[in-house]
């Protein structure tokens, strides 16, 4: 059976070797990189059979790219600390939303009034709205893509709605529609400085229950990756919400 094989990083900057691959399957990691042949060189390889193969590679590609533990252990993080990352951040926070609705939109009173009136109201002396404007106004970059389903559900069309109040204090809101995204995970998360990725866990009842932090190279370059797609076929809320 052919391996699944998905590319984990490489420190190249020209032709993509040395690289590194994942076995999807099995896990093995396949080096990729410059094949040591010199006979006298093979012959100080201990334990070097016959049909095998060696090849050099800088060791700050596995120091960089290559798993550092056998099993991921998940570093969970509190809410203040991750709020905290919205303070810290340097260049640009972003996050992808992929869920048909969340618990905490439905306990808002603003979603309630939008209910009741078809539009959101918003306080623009929440404490969220207070430092986003103050990061963009700092020159920062923060925005999201909104994965939305055919027919839209209630509270995809309250958050829609709400775009234009994160848009006002400097936020990027893109929309995606559902079938247009199936090459993307059904994953929520936040990616800040394409170096550290805060990944959401929610319950059947769209409740936030875990905020994992991955700081793996490899892993981040997988979801800074997702960002760029997603970016990529996202547009804008403005013209989403016209041909909704």
Known sequence: MARQLRFTGTDSKVDGCPALHTDERSGEIIVQGTPVTDPTDLAQLKHFGADEAAVAVPRELLVNWGPKEMERVPELVDRTTFR???????????????????????????????????????????????????????????????VADRPMTTEQR???????????????????WREDAADLPTEDFWIFDSRLVALLHFDDADNLVDIELITEPAEVVRYAGVRDAAMHHAVPFGQFAATE
């Open 84 to 146: 905290r990352l919205f303070e810290t951040f340097q260049h640009t926070a972003w996050r992808l939303e992929t869920r048909r609705g969340y618990a905490s939109d439905r306990e808002d009173p603003d979603f309630q009034e939008f209910l009741a009136t078809g539009t959101s109201p918003c306080d623009p002396d929440e404490p969220w709205f207070v430092n986003i404007k103050a990061q963009t106004e700092a020159g920062k970059r923060v925005g999201r893509v909104r």
């Open 158 to 176: 309250f958050l829609l709605d709400y775009a234009r109040h994160n848009a006002a204090v400097g936020e990027d809101i893109r929309y995606l």
